[in-house]
C-alpha cells in the first residue's frame, strides 16, 4: 500500500513536472572521482555511485530500507533457495541493445569472480535463465539476504563487452591494476551516460536518451562531477555557485552552509560506526571483561559527538544502526566514571595500567581528535594510553599487524545488514572463512560466531532479527568492543537542487531522479 | 657550453638515479598499495594473491632491477589508480603545475622588482614600511590560510573569481592542455596563482630591496650620477641589472622549490596538476606514481638550475664569455 | 674671476649623535688649465669637499655654510635636475677605483653613449663616433673592437683611460679627480697621470686632483692645497709645498713619504698628528721572556725556495688541450737568510703573492720545493705542518678581512696560542696577549675591544700582535701598508723594524711600493709574470738595476725628493753610523 502510494506520487510529481521540467546541468563536487568505470573492480562508494548512474540494480534500497524493483520488476521466492525474478521489458543499453537474462548470468558470472566482490555471491549457486525476462537467484543455503545481495547486481552489456579491444585484450577482462576495455568504457542501462572522464579531474554525463525509467521525475540531463578533495574548497565552490551539489560537508561548514540563502543542509543518519578495539591478546587486563566494561563507562560519547563531532553522528551502544534487523532500542551508551572506577577497583586494576593506542587521522571524521578525547577519557581511570596517528596509508599495514593495544577502525556494511559487522569485527578470528578479519580485539565468543551462523540461514526476517539482536545484546553486555558513534552524511545542495528527494544513507544519491527546480 | 650542458645531463642522470634508490627504498613504509586497491572485506588470502601478481611480495634487489630495467626503456612503472603508464599521467598533469609556476612567477616579477626597487630607492617612505610590514606578514601567514582567505574573499563574497580547478582549457598542438588562451582558464589561474606567489613574494621583495640598497651604493652608481645620467636610468639599467644577478641565482632555485609547493596549492584549488597528483599518490600509497613524481621533479630541478645557469651566463657578461671563449 | 670659487665652505653630518663637521671653511680656487692637488690624510676632508662640488655627498652630509662657483654661478645648492645638467656636462669626475667605476654588466658603448647622448644631445650614431674618438685620444688602441666590449676585459689602467674618457665626453670645463691612481702599478699610474695632465692643458679643463699621495702631487699638480681634520691648511704652488712647506703638519706629512734616494733607519714620524713614541721591547716581557734556540743547520739560508711553479685553470675543460692557465709562478728560486728581510717587488698580478701563499703553505706548488732550516715543507700534511705554521706568520693587506668581528681583540690575538698549546695556563696567556698588546703600541687595555672600533692602522697592529703571538722565526708581511695612510704607514714600518730587531726576526716583505721596499729591505727580488727576473743587493738593484724591467720599473718610481729634503739630512745620517 506504502508502495503504491508513492508511485503514485510520483508519478503525479512527475506528470505535474513534465511541463515545467526543463533540461538542466548538475554540477557536483565530491571528495574523490570513481576509481574506474568497471563496476565490478572495487567495492568502494564511489564505484557505487558511479554505477546507480550509469548502471541500473536489479532491486534497490528506498529511504524505509526497504527494497524498490528497477531492472526486476518483481520477484518471487520459489523455495528455501531460489527466488525467480521478472526482467523489466523494453530495457535498452546505452550501446541500444536490449537487455535480457543473458546479460544478467553474465554480470552474476563475472561479478563471482571479483576479488572485491565476490564475498558478497558467496552464499550464490547461480543463476538460471528461464526466458529473455525471466531467471532466477539459486543459493547453496538458504539465504535471508538474497535481495541484500541483489542491489550489487547492476547488469551490464554483455554484448557490448564482447571481443578483443584495440590492444587485443578481451573487453571484458576484470583487473585491479592495469589498463582494462571496462574501466574505461561502459554501457549499462542507467540514467547516464559518460561523454567525457578526465581521471581526477573530471567526469561528465549526459542524460541517456532511451532510458527505460520514463516515471522519474529527474530533469538533470547534464552532470559535471568534480573531485575537490579539501573540504573547505569544497563548500566555497558551493557557496561561490561554482557547483549545485557536495558531499562530504565538514562538520564545521554545516551553520555556514544552513545560514546562506542559496544552499541546504541535507543530513541523514549514517550506517558507518566508530569503534576502539580491545586487544585482549596484547594486554591482560582486557581479557577481564570489567576492565572492558570500565572502559566503555569511562568514554563519554555523548561528549565526543557533542563537541568534536559538532553533534553530527549519533552516539552509539552496538554496532547496527536504527533501522537494521540487528538494532536494540535499550543498548546505549552509558558515561559513569564512578562506575569505571569502580569496576576497574574490582578487577584490580585500581592503579590503572599503561597501554598504546593507534588511530588513523584522516579515514574517518575528526578521527584524530576523537582518539585524543578517548585517550584523555581513560586517564581519568588510570589508564594511560600512549596515543600514536597516522595518515590511513600507513595505519592499515599497522592494523593488520595489531600494533597496538587499542586500535579504532569504522566500519559500514556492504550488505547494508547487521550479520556483517559481527562476521568482521567480533567473529573468532578465522582465515579460512575470513571471519574476525579485522577483529584487532580478539574477542572470541564461540556462542556468538554461532548467533551469527544461524542468522545466515535464517529466512524468516522476524526469527533472523531476533538471532541478530541477542548478538549485539552479548556484545553489548561482555563490553566486546568500545562502540563510540555512527557518523552522519550531509550533503550541501543548491536551493534550486531537490537533494533531501534523492539521497540515501548507502550514500549513492539516485542522480537520476534528481530535480532541478528553476 | 656542449661540455656544460653534459655535464648536467650526467648531474640530472644521478640524481634522478639516487632519488629513485631512495625513493624506491622507503616505499614500504608509504603503506599496503592493496588496502587503496580492494575493497574492506576482500580477503587476506585474495589480496596475497594481488601482491605477487603485481610483485609486491619480490625482494627489494629484484623489485628494484626490474624497475631499473623497465627504467631504462623510459617506464617508469604505472599507476595503480590510474592504470596507465606513471609517466605519462605525470606528463599529462605537466602543463596545469607549469602554468601556475609561471604564472606565478610572472606575478613575483611583476610585483617584486617595482616593490623591492622602491623601497630601495625610498627607504624612509611610507610606502615602503607598508610593503615591509606586508611582506613580513606574507612570511607568518601559511599559504594554506591565504588561500582559503582569498577563496572566501574573492569567490564567496564578491564572486568575482571561481573557486577551483582550471577551467576551460584548450589543446596547443595536440601536446599541451593550456588554460592561458581562455578568458574561463586565466580567471581560474588568477586565485591559486596568487597564493603560490605569495609564498615567496616577501623574499624576493626583500631580497631585491637589500641587493638593491647595497648597489645603490656602489661606485659604478655613483659613477652614472656624476656622468650626469637621469635618474630612471640609473635606477632600472645600472642598478637594476647588476641587482638582479644574485636574485637570479637565488630566485632560480626558490622557482624551483615552487614547483615543491604546488603540492599545497594545488590541493586547495583543486587544480589538476602534479603537485596535486603527488599528494592523492601518496594518499593512495600509489607507489609507482610516487616514485616517479619524485624522479621527475629531480630531472626538472636540475632543468631549472641549468636554466638558471645559461640566464646568469646571459646577464653576466663575464660568465658568458669565459665559456665562449673557445 | 676663476673656473671654480669654493669658498668658506662648511660641510657637516648632522646625526643623533651631534653633527660632525667634515669640512672647516674651505676657500681655493681652480683655474681654467690649472690642477689644483687637494692633499691629507685619510678624515682630512679633501674627498668631501670634491664630492660637495657636484652634489654627491653621502647622506646625511650638507653644505652648510660658504659657496661654490662655477664660472661666476653659483652652484652650491643645486640638485636633483638643475645639478644633473652641470654633471657631466661641465664638470667630469673620475673616481679612485676603474675596477668599481665602471658598470660591470655594460658594454663600454653602452655606458659612454649614453653619457654623450645626455649630455651633448647627439644621436646614437654621432654620439658612438664620438666615443670612438673619444677613446682613441685616452690612448684607447682598436677602439672600435674594445668599445664592444666589457670593463672586465680590460686592464685597471685601460679602465682608467675608459673612465676619464667617459669624465670628458660632455667636454667639461673641469674635471675633478678623487685619487684616479691611487688603485693603479706603478707604470700604469705615471701613464695615467700624464694623461691627465695633458689633456688638460690641451683642452684648457681645469682640474680639481684629490689625493693622498705626495709624489703623485709632485708629478702633476700645479698648486697644492694642504687639509688636516677638515681645515685647509697651506694653500701654494706646488714647489713651494714640497721644498718650502711652512704649516708644522705639511712639513711633517713630507717627511714621512718614504724617501727614495737613502736608506734611512727609521721612517721620520709625523709628530703633528700623534706623539712618536719609541715602542722599546723589553725583550723580557716578550713572551715571558723564554727566548727560543731554534737549530740552524743550513747555517746561512733560513728559507730556500727552489724552482716553484704555479699554475691555475682559467678555463676548465673537459679535454686537456682546451683548458686554460695561467702562470702565477714561474721557476721562481731565491734564499732568504736569518735576520734579514727580503723584499719581493713587482706589479699586481705579477705573483708575489702567490709565491707568499705557498711558502705559508696555503697553495701546493705544480713543481719545486720549499725549504725551512733545512727541512722540506712542501708537501706536509697538516699534523706534519702544524709546528711550522707556528714559526711562519703571515701579516696582510687587509687584515680585518682575515678578524672574527665578534671576537675580542685580546680572543684574537690569544688563538693561536691556544691553538698550538704555547701557553701552560690561561693566565700566561693573558700576559703574554697583554705584552703583545704594549709592544704594538695599542696598550693592554685595548684588549677588550672589538675590530671595529679601530682604526685602518691599529688594525694592522693588531694583526701583527697575532702573528707575533706563536713566537714566529719568519714573518710574511703581504703589502702591510698599502691600504694605510702615510703617517700611518710610517709608524706600522717602524714598528715592524724595531721588532724585527729586538726579536731577530726574519721577513719576507711584499710590496709594490718601491721607496717602502728600498726603506725596509736588505735584498731585494723583482718579479714580473709569475717570473723572478732579479735579485739582489737593495742598494744594488736601486743604483744599478740590471734587467730591463727593473729600470723601467725605478724609473716610473714617483720623487719628491726631486726637489728637497732639507732639515732631514741629520737623521738620514744617524741612520749611517
Redesign the interface.
Known amino acids: 500500500m506504502k508502495k503504491t502510494m508513492k508511485t503514485l506520487a510520483g508519478a503525479i510529481l512527475a506528470a505535474s513536472m513534465a511541463v515545467g521540467a526543463q533540461a538542466a546541468t548538475l554540477k557536483m563536487?565530491y571528495d574523490s572521482d570513481p576509481?574506474?568505470l568497471d563496476p565490478h573492480e572495487?567495492?568502494?562508494g564511489a564505484t557505487l555511485q558511479m554505477s546507480h548512474l550509469v548502471f541500473d540494480p536489479l532491486v534497490r534500497w528506498d529511504n524505509e530500507h526497504q527494497f524498490e524493483p528497477r531492472l526486476a520488476e518483481k520477484w518471487e521466492r520459489v523455495d528455501d533457495k531460489t527466488m525467480r525474478f521478472t526482467l523489466r521489458k523494453g530495457v535498452k543499453f546505452h550501446s541500444g541493445n536490449e537487455l535480457t537474462s543473458a546479460d544478467v548470468k553474465w554480470t552474476f558470472d563475472r561479478l563471482s569472480e571479483s576479488?572485491?566482490?565476490?564475498?558478497?555471491l558467496e552464499p550464490f549457486a547461480g543463476v538460471n535463465i528461464i526466458d529473455d525476462h525471466t531467471f532466477e537467484l539459486v543459493t547453496k543455503e538458504a539465504f535471508p539476504l538474497l535481495l541484500n545481495s541483489a542491489t550489487y547486481i547492476f547488469p551490464m552489456d554483455s554484448k557490448f563487452y564482447d571481443g578483443l579491444d584495440a590492444n587485443g585484450q578481451e573487453k571484458d577482462i576484470l583487473k585491479?591494476?592495469?589498463?582494462?576495455f571496462a574501466?574505461k568504457n561502459a554501457s549499462g542501462t542507467g540514467p547516464f551516460i559518460v561523454t567525457e572522464r578526465?581521471?581526477?579531474?573530471?567526469v561528465e554525463f549526459d542524460r541517456f536518451a532511451d532510458y527505460w525509467d520514463k516515471q522519474s521525475p529527474g530533469n538533470v540531463d547534464e552532470i559535471v562531477l568534480?573531485?575537490?578533495?579539501?573540504g573547505?574548497?569544497?563548500v566555497?565552490?558551493l557557496?561561490?555557485?561554482?557547483v549545485d551539489f557536495i558531499f562530504p560537508v565538514p562538520p564545521n561548514d554545516h551553520d555556514r552552509i544552513k545560514k546562506s540563502g542559496d544552499t541546504d543542509l541535507v543530513t541523514l543518519g549514517g550506517t558507518r560506526v566508530i569503534t576502539f578495539q580491545l586487544n585482549q591478546e596484547r594486554v591482560e587486563a582486557f581479557k577481564d571483561q570489567r576492565v572492558r566494561q570500565a572502559v566503555n563507562y569511562a568514554i563519554n560519547n555523548e561528549g565526543i559527538v557533542k563537541k568534536i563531532m559538532k553533534g553530527f553522528a549519533t552516539p552509539a551502544g552496538q554496532q547496527g544502526p536504527k533501522g537494521y534487523a540487528g538494532y536494540v532500542e535499550d543498548l546505549q551508551p552509558v558515561y559513569d566514571l564512578k562506575k569505571a572506577k569502580a569496576l576497574m577497583k574490582e578487577a584490580g586494576y585500581e592503579d590503572g595500567f599503561s597501554i598504546t593506542m593507534m588511530a588513523p587521522n584522516?579515514r574517518y571524521v575528526n578521527d584524530e581528535k576523537i582518539a585524543q578525547a578517548v585517550a584523555s577519557m581513560l586517564a581519568k581511570i588510570g589508564i594511560k594510553a600512549d596515543l600514536k596517528t597516522m595518515?590511513?596509508?600507513?595505519?592499515?599495514?599497522e592494523f593488520?599487524k595489531r600494533s597496538a593495544d587499542m586500535m579504532m577502525i569504522g566500519?559500514h556494511a556492504?550488505t547494508e545488514d547487521s550479520a556483517n559487522f559481527t562476521e568482521?569485527l567480533a567473529a573468532c578470528a578465522d582465515?579460512m572463512s575470513?571471519w574476525g578479519?579485522?577483529n584487532s580485539g580478539n574477542y572470541c565468543n564461540e556462542t556468538v560466531d554461532a548467533l551469527v551462523k544461524k542468522a545466515g540461514a535464517e529466512t524468516n526476517p522476524e526469527m533472523r532479527a531476533q538471532i541478530l539482536q541477542d548478538v549485539e545484546r552479548t556484545l553489548y553486555e561482555e563490553a566486546a568492543f568500545v562502540p563510540l558513534h555512527w557518523q552522519n552524511l550531509a550533503w550541501g545542495a543548491s536551493k534550486k537542487v531537490a537533494a533531501a528527494d534523492v539521497v540515501n544513507v548507502m550514500n549513492f544519491p539516485y542522480l537520476g531522479d534528481l530535480v532541478i527546480k528553476e | 657550453m656542449l661540455l656544460f650542458l653534459m655535464r648536467r645531463l650526467m648531474q640530472g642522470l644521478i640524481v634522478m638515479f639516487v632519488i629513485s634508490i631512495i625513493s624506491f627504498s622507503i616505499q614500504d613504509?608509504?603503506?599496503?598499495p592493496l588496502?587503496?586497491?580492494?575493497?574492506?572485506?576482500?580477503?587476506?588470502?585474495?589480496r596475497q594473491?594481488?601482491r605477487d601478481?603485481?610483485g609486491l611480495n619480490d625482494p627489494f634487489l629484484v623489485q628494484y632491477s626490474r624497475f631499473l630495467g623497465n627504467a631504462l626503456q623510459g617506464d617508469l612503472g604505472?599507476s595503480?589508480?590510474?592504470?596507465?603508464p606513471a609517466l605519462d599521467v605525470i606528463f599529462a598533469k605537466m602543463p596545469a603545475t607549469l602554468e601556475l609556476v609561471f604564472a606565478a612567477t610572472l606575478i613575483i616579477i611583476l610585483v617584486s622588482i617595482p616593490a623591492g626597487v622602491y623601497c630601495a630607492i625610498r627607504p624612509d617612505s611610507w610606502g615602503t614600511k607598508l610593503i615591509l610590514g606586508f611582506s613580513i606578514l606574507g612570511i607568518s601567514v601559511p599559504v594554506f590560510l591565504t588561500a582559503?582567505f582569498s577563496?572566501?574573499l574573492f569567490?564567496?563574497e564578491l564572486?568575482w573569481l571561481?573557486?577551483?580547478?582550471?577551467g576551460e582549457t584548450t589543446s596547443v598542438f595536440g601536446l599541451w592542455e593550456s588554460g592561458l588562451f581562455t578568458r574561463d582558464g586565466l580567471l581560474h589561474l588568477i586565485l591559486p596563482a596568487i597564493s603560490l606567489a605569495s609564498i615567496m613574494l616577501p623574499l624576493f621583495i626583500r631580497l631585491i630591496r637589500s641587493e638593491m640598497t647595497e648597489v645603490l651604493h656602489t661606485e659604478y652608481v655613483k659613477f652614472a650620477k656624476a656622468k650626469g645620467l637621469k635618474k630612471v636610468r640609473i635606477y632600472f639599467l645600472h642598478a637594476l641589472k647588476n641587482t638582479m644577478l644574485p636574485v637570479i641565482t637565488v630566485g632560480g632555485v626558490q622557482i624551483g622549490t615552487m614547483v615543491a609547493y604546488t603540492i599545497l596549492t594545488e590541493?586547495?584549488?583543486?587544480w589538476?596538476g602534479m603537485g596535486?597528483?603527488f599528494?592523492?599518490a601518496?594518499?593512495?600509497?600509489d607507489t609507482p606514481l610516487i616514485v616517479a613524481y619524485l624522479i621527475v621533479v629531480g630531472g626538472v630541478f636540475v632543468v631549472v638550475n641549468t636554466l638558471v645557469d645559461l640566464l646568469y651566463g646571459l646577464v653576466n657578461p663575464t660568465v658568458r664569455l669565459a665559456r665562449t671563449a673557445q | 674671476m676663476s673656473l671654480l670659487e669654493v669658498e668658506g665652505l662648511r660641510i657637516e653630518f648632522p646625526s643623533r649623535h651631534g653633527t660632525a663637521v667634515a669640512v672647516k671653511g674651505v676657500s681655493f680656487t681652480v683655474e681654467k688649465g690649472e690642477i689644483l692637488g687637494l692633499v691629507g690624510e685619510s678624515g682630512a676632508g679633501k674627498s668631501t669637499v670634491g664630492n660637495a662640488v657636484i652634489d654627491l655627498l653621502s647622506a646625511p652630509g650638507v653644505i652648510a655654510g660658504g659657496n661654490i662657483k662655477l664660472d661666476n654661478q653659483t652652484i652650491s645648492g643645486l640638485h636633483g635636475e638643475a645639478m644633473r645638467k652641470i654633471r657631466g656636462r661641465r664638470i667630469g669626475f673620475i673616481f679612485q677605483d676603474p675596477m668599481t667605476s665602471l658598470n660591470p654588466l655594460l658594454t663600454i658603448e653602452t655606458q659612454m653613449v649614453e653619457t654623450i647622448m645626455v649630455n651633448l644631445d647627439l644621436d646614437k650614431a654621432a654620439a658612438f663616433e664620438k666615443a670612438i674618438e673619444l677613446l682613441e685620444s685616452v690612448g684607447i688602441p682598436e677602439p672600435a673592437i674594445r668599445i664592444k666590449q666589457y670593463p672586465h676585459q680590460f686592464s685597471g689602467g685601460m679602465r682608467q683611460r675608459v673612465v676619464i674618457a667617459i669624465a670628458l665626453s660632455g667636454d667639461p670645463e673641469l674635471i675633478i679627480a678623487d685619487e684616479p691612481t691611487t688603485a693603479l702599478d706603478v707604470s700604469i699610474q705615471n701613464q695615467i697621470l700624464e694623461l691627465i695632465r695633458e689633456l688638460c692643458k690641451k683642452r684648457q679643463v681645469g682640474c680639481l686632483f684629490v689625493t693622498h699621495d705626495m709624489g703623485v702631487i709632485a708629478n702633476v699638480t700645479d698648486r697644492v692645497a694642504v687639509m688636516y681634520m677638515g681645515d685647509l691648511v697651506e694653500l701654494g704652488t706646488t714647489e713651494q709645498i714640497l721644498c718650502r712647506p711652512e704649516h708644522p703638519y705639511t712639513q711633517s706629512l713630507i717627511s714621512a713619504v718614504p724617501r727614495t734616494d737613502v736608506k734611512l733607519h727609521r721612517f721620520p714620524s709625523v709628530e703633528y698628528i700623534e706623539k712618536a713614541e719609541g715602542h722599546q721591547i723589553d725583550v723580557k716581557n716578550h713572551w715571558l721572556g723564554e727566548q727560543e734556540v731554534f737549530g740552524n743547520p743550513s747555517g746561512d739560508v733560513l728559507l730556500k725556495v727552489k724552482d716553484v711553479d704555479l699554475r691555475f685553470e682559467t678555463q676548465s675543460a673537459f679535454f686537456k688541450k682546451n683548458r686554460r692557465y695561467v702562470q702565477a709562478s714561474n721557476k721562481v728560486s731565491f734564499d732568504v737568510r736569518p735576520g734579514e728581510t727580503f723584499g719581493l717587488v713587482g706589479e699586481s698580478g705579477s705573483g708575489k703573492s702567490t709565491i707568499a701563499r705557498v711558502i705559508a703553505g696555503l697553495y701546493p706548488p705544480d713543481a719545486g720545493s720549499i725549504e725551512f732550516a733545512g727541512q722540506d715543507i712542501t708537501r706536509l700534511t697538516e699534523k706534519e705542518r702544524k709546528p711550522f705554521r707556528r714559526q711562519i706568520q703571515m701579516v696582510f693587506q687587509n687584515p680585518y678581512s682575515s678578524m672574527n668581528a665578534r671576537m675580542t681583540v685580546r680572543d684574537i690575538i690569544a688563538e693561536p696560542i691556544r691553538f698550538h698549546d704555547l701557553a701552560e695556563s690561561e693566565r700566561q696567556v693573558n700576559q703574554i696577549v697583554s705584552d703583545l698588546l704594549d709592544h704594538v703600541g695599542l696598550g693592554r687595555a685595548s684588549g677588550v675591544k672589538y675590530p671595529h672600533e679601530f682604526s685602518g692602522g691599529q688594525r694592522q697592529r693588531i694583526s701583527i700582535a697575532r702573528a707575533l703571538a706563536t713566537r714566529p722565526r719568519f714573518l710574511i708581511c703581504d703589502e702591510p701598508t698599502s691600504a694605510l695612510d702615510v703617517s700611518v704607514q710610517a709608524q706600522i714600518l717602524n714598528l715592524l723594524k724595531d721588532l724585527q730587531e729586538e726579536l731577530g726576526l726574519t721577513m719576507l716583505f711584499i710590496s709594490h711600493d718601491l721607496p717602502v721596499i728600498l726603506q725596509m729591505c736588505d735584498r731585494i727580488g723583482v718579479m714580473k709574470m709569475g717570473s723572478l727576473v732579479e735579485t739582489g743587493d737593495t742598494d744594488r738593484i736601486f743604483s744599478d738595476p740590471q734587467h730591463e724591467y727593473t729600470q723601467h720599473l725605478i724609473s716610473m718610481m714617483p720623487r719628491v725628493e726631486n726637489l728637497s729634503h732639507e732639515g732631514l739630512e741629520i737623521e738620514a745620517q744617524v741612520a749611517h753610523v
Open positions: 563536487a576509481v574506474s572495487q567495492l568502494s576479488p572485491d566482490f565476490k564475498g558478497i585491479k591494476h592495469g589498463d582494462t574501466s578526465q581521471q581526477g579531474v573530471r568534480t573531485p575537490i578533495k579539501e573547505p574548497t569544497r566555497a565552490a557557496l561561490s555557485g561554482d584522516n595518515p590511513k596509508a600507513q595505519y592499515w599495514p593488520d566500519w556492504d568482521y582465515e575470513g578479519q579485522y | 613504509n608509504l603503506g599496503d588496502r587503496e586497491l580492494v575493497g574492506q572485506s576482500v580477503s587476506e588470502a585474495e594473491k594481488l601478481e603485481i604505472q595503480y589508480f590510474f592504470k596507465e582559503i577563496i572566501y569567490s564567496i564572486g571561481p573557486s577551483y580547478g582550471r590541493t586547495v584549488f583543486q589538476p596535486f597528483l599528494l592523492e601518496v594518499n593512495r600509497v
